[in-house]
């Protein structure tokens, strides 16, 4: 039988959702890892119901704001997990070696360098603001597996809370910086986790932009049928890939 206490000894996942959603994208990843683990999953400036971060909307601003957060908190035992954007800003966390940080999870990250995006992609979606349509439009493109109208509504929901600044911000500035020079400061044992249906960004993708900047033995897994949004997609195997990884590190 497992010691009563062996729970209290599990890390925290800290947990960073993509752009234009929010901290709740990670409700059901929390329900299936419960009541063994627990995850803080903030909703970061501009998004949700964020207010902008100090500093403006850079990379190193919201990374100030999640390391703010986990001192506030006073982790001391925790994991970080980024999805899409939040994985840009967990590799910048990453790399300032926070004491207490035992591992990094990437799921479907926006990789270190400039995101790959066409110019006309950019300039649709610094247009599609605010605008419900182009939210179900982006809904219908970015996801693959089947996901309930109630999620549904509640990504369209979380797309059309963003505000105007946090959302340009990161098209024209964010998802543009090249952060790779910091990377080689990551130590921490580390995995990536995409879905092969990804129409933003395939499995290649983290294969050239991410993965070669990580430290040596660090997985590429990938999830058959699945989209982008891998929290409302396949919460399950995210959930098992999570303590699967957390597991490892104890040996």
């Known amino acids: 039988m497992p010691s009563p206490d062996r729970f209290l000894t599990n ?6 959702h993509y752009w234009a959603g929010a901290g709740r994208e990670w ?4 329900a299936e890892l419960a009541p063994a683990f627990t995850c803080l999953t903030p909703d970061l400036g501009g998004f949700g119901g964020a207010l902008a971060p100090k500093g403006g909307h850079s990379v ?3 990374t100030d704001s999640v390391a703010a957060l986990i001192a506030e908190k006073q982790l001391t035992d925790f994991i970080l997990v980024g999805h899409s954007m939040g994985g840009k800003i967990a590799l910048d966390l990453a790399a300032r070696q926070l004491a207490g940080m035992r591992g990094l999870v990437l799921l479907s990250p926006s990789p270190p360098t400039p995101e790959p ?3 006309e992609d950019r300039t649709n979606s610094l247009r599609a603001h605010g605008s419900k349509l182009a939210a179900l439009g982006t809904f219908n493109r970015i996801t693959a597996r089947p996901v309930s109208d109630q999620l549904k509504a509640q990504i369209i929901e ?3 809370r963003s505000t105007r600044e946090a959302w340009d911000a990161w098209l024209l500035r964010g ?5 790779t020079s910091r990377l080689c400061d990551i130590t921490v044992p580390c995995t990536i986790l995409v879905g092969d249906a990804d129409a933003v960004m395939s499995p290649s993708v983290h294969g050239l932009e991410t993965l070669p900047y990580l430290p040596e033995g660090t997985h590429l897994e990938i999830i058959g049928g699945a989209g982008h949004l891998l929290p409302y997609e396949a919460p399950q195997e995210v959930a098992a890939l999570l303590r699967k990884f957390a597991a490892g590190l104890h040996h």
């Open 11 to 16: 890390p925290v996942f800290v947990c960073l």
């Open 27 to 30: 409700d059901q990843v929390a």
């Open 60 to 62: 190193a601003a919201y």
């Open 117 to 119: 995006m066409t110019d």
């Open 158 to 160: 979380d797309n059309l």
């Open 175 to 179: 998802s543009r910086e090249n952060i």
